[in-house]
DNA sequence: AGGATTGTGTCAGAAAGTGTCGTAAAGTGT
DNA sequence: ACACTTTACGACACTTTCTGACACAATCCT
């Protein structure tokens, strides 16, 4: 498999997880079931953990010290989670099935090395 | 686990101890439970010792004669505290919570290496 | 020493997270 | 089109985590 490509609509158990479909398991399972899920403009993108790392890279040169650096690294850190896959299952927590506004139906966009999760209703605004 | 992420509501027990989430308290483990808690503008930065350890050589090439240098240390050092994680809980001295204006509830930010303690209104002024 | 204040360990109930399984639905091969 | 396999879903039981409360220990202050 390439990376995560297509379009599922998938639902969330009565604990706010959703399973993984097939497709996405087999990459998750080969590469490593752990996440880390952030909060963007009204969803969540969820980032392979190497994924993640790399990103996260690209924030080192900021000064932890310095009043504005730190304020940018906190709105980055501040709406991410780390979570797995278990169970072929990604618990989604409270916090960030609200940011995005999940209820039992979620649509979930491969992204090629990423994967987004969508309130239906909302992503279906933004892609008009 | 990759370092602190995400943002956490805890409240504070009766003697000013907050629950460290399970997510952090792995970490802390496996880690150290040897905490070092500074007061910065308004707000509390949580440096696992190593971290701190990290930090302060970055000060080291600070002039210990020259007066503004001497300063920023002596703010530096003057607010910090050392603390440990026991039984899974973290006691703030009251000189901390004062400084950062906490009472029962507490919001508590990942920083990736260290993380923060918020006072809920403080937070929200802060990142708006 | 006695009493107040501050710090520490533990526990029980509630809430949140996790594993598993049966059934239903979807996909596959012939 | 049919039987078979795989995948998705909902439900349930179980475990872990969070919270508030209590009891006790240590420290400080007269």
Redesign the interface.
């Known amino acids: 498999m390439n990376g995560f490509l297509g379009t599922y609509s998938v639902s969330l158990d009565d604990k706010g997880r959703l399973n993984v479909p097939a497709k996405f398991k087999g990459l998750l399972e080969r590469d490593s079931p752990q996440l880390?899920m952030c909060v963007m403009d009204g969803f969540l993108i969820v980032f392979p953990?190497r994924e993640?790392?790399a990103n996260?890279e690209k924030l080192y040169h900021l000064n932890?010290f310095d009043?504005s650096d730190?304020?940018r690294?906190?709105?980055f850190?501040?709406?991410?989670?780390?979570c797995e896959m278990k169970s072929g299952k990604i618990l989604i927590?409270a916090?960030q099935r609200e940011a995005a506004g999940l209820k039992k139906e979620v649509t979930l966009v491969g992204m090629s090395k990423t994967f987004e999760l969508w309130a239906p209703d909302r992503l279906e605004k933004t892609s008009k």
């Not at 850190?77 to 780390?82: D, I, L, M, S, V």
């Open positions: 880390v953990q993640w790392a996260e932890a009043k730190r304020n690294l906190r709105e850190y501040a709406r991410a989670t780390e927590p916090a």
